[in-house]
């Protein structure tokens, strides 16, 4: 079933999950939520829906609130039932993963090492005021270049594994080629990305590094001061991550929606002149634009005017809706999907960067595939293609 919502036509569904994530709900969104769940009937694939969009404590906490006033009492009880184990667990997750996010920032500094944490714990405090309120599974921290194999040596020690066996000959080609190794602790069960830059260099996003460092701001969770980017920086990487991915999640809207509500002292000209410095000035606003759409973000009359001016971001938006929410289930990733990351870009140059990145550039599956030494490293742009041409055309 679908229903109109806002301009769009969306799942039934989704607009459930959509309007239980809401900051301040109106009269008419809570006779909705009142009348989806009278006629819910399949309560596991809501369930289902909420983990996959990263949004299932919102919505737990949203019933929670609104049970005294809801019509359909006996149903609203039983959906809570379903989903106090599921949020109990992530909660209990969200606190494990903070205190071991606190340990290893205490240990890269006491030896030295800056960092600055993103998404996970801190971006669930300041978006959202509470840890347990916004799903992650993993903990991402940023630390300099410099300090990419002293870092790897000290999660080694705290009986991290990574998640490639690199080989000496392979190093260097590897730490110049991707931006991020993940590691996995058996005992806690928990990962953690270590980053040297935001995004991957394939996506054509030259970000300042040193913004992110000589303006590092600090969120206080448990008393501890954490070292996090800057608010502005932060809010393009949030825009560039959930572009990246096609904003396939609600919570990846969601967390845009929050960061900015919480901090009404946002610098936009800077934030727009940032965005317009790096090529991403269209993904700005259209994280912008889906938060307008969805959640009734009010932005300034400055942005919205930027948002109405650029004439792709209606067909990016409809196409972003119809492949995520419109239907069931999310389509998916085609060679239609690189056209669209590549519509997202407003500049011909970053375009053409894109595109011969996105071919020929080694990426992390490529070393898994194999490890060449470094008088070899020139290969791994042909390696890409083959792997392509059998992935694709594989008889």
């Not at 599974?137 to 998640?163: A, H, Q, S, T, W």
């Not at 946002?266 to 759409?293: F, H, M, P, Q, S």
Request: glycine share 4%.
């Amino acid at each position: 079933m679908t229903v109109q919502y806002k301009n769009v036509q969306l799942n039934d569904t989704l607009v459930f999950l959509i309007t239980c994530s809401q900051v301040e709900l109106s009269q008419e969104d809570i006779g909705y939520i009142d009348a989806y769940l009278s006629r819910m009937t399949h309560v596991e694939s809501m369930i289902t829906a909420a983990t996959q969009h990263g949004i299932l404590p919102l919505v737990y906490k949203t019933l929670q609130n609104l049970q005294p006033q809801l019509k359909a009492t006996q149903k609203c009880d039983a959906l809570l039932h379903e989903l106090k184990p599921h949020y109990m667990t992530i909660a209990q997750r969200n606190m494990l993963m903070t205190s071991e996010l606190l340990s290893i920032i205490r240990l890269l500094q006491d030896h030295q090492i800056d960092v600055l944490a993103f998404k996970g714990p801190t971006l669930s405090h300041m978006a959202y005021g509470d840890i347990t309120l916004r799903q992650f599974g993993d903990l991402d921290i940023l630390i300099r270049k410099k300090d990419r194999l002293r870092m790897v040596d000290l999660l080694l020690g705290e009986n991290y594994i990574p998640e490639i066996d690199l080989q000496e000959k392979t190093k260097k080609t590897f730490f110049d080629a991707v931006n991020v190794i993940a590691f996995f602790k058996p005992s806690t069960r928990i990962g953690i990305e270590i980053h040297w830059e935001l995004l991957s260099r394939n996506y054509a996003i030259a970000w300042d590094e040193s913004k992110l460092w000589d303006k590092q701001e600090n969120c206080s969770i448990d008393h501890r001061e954490i070292p996090v980017p800057p608010l502005e920086q932060l809010l393009l990487y949030l825009c560039a991550h959930g572009a990246k991915h096609l904003f396939e999640r609600i919570e990846w809207i969601c967390d845009i929606d929050r960061s900015i509500r919480e901090n009404p002292n946002i610098d936009w000209t800077y934030l727009l002149n940032e965005a317009e410095k790096l090529g991403v000035k269209r993904i700005l606003l259209l994280g912008l634009a889906l938060c307008e759409e969805l959640f009734e973000l009010k932005l300034p009359d400055t942005m919205k005017a930027e948002i109405e001016k650029d004439k792709v971001l209606p067909k990016l938006i409809s196409k972003i809706i119809e492949i995520n929410f419109s239907k069931g289930q999310k389509e998916e990733r085609s060679y239609s999907t690189f056209g669209l990351l590549l519509s997202m870009r407003e500049n011909l140059s970053d375009k053409l960067h894109f595109t011969l990145r996105g071919l020929f550039a080694p990426k992390f599956d490529d070393f898994l595939f194999v490890q060449l030494p470094g008088y070899l490293a020139f290969l791994y742009p042909l390696i890409r293609p083959y792997r392509l041409l059998t992935k694709y055309f594989r008889s």
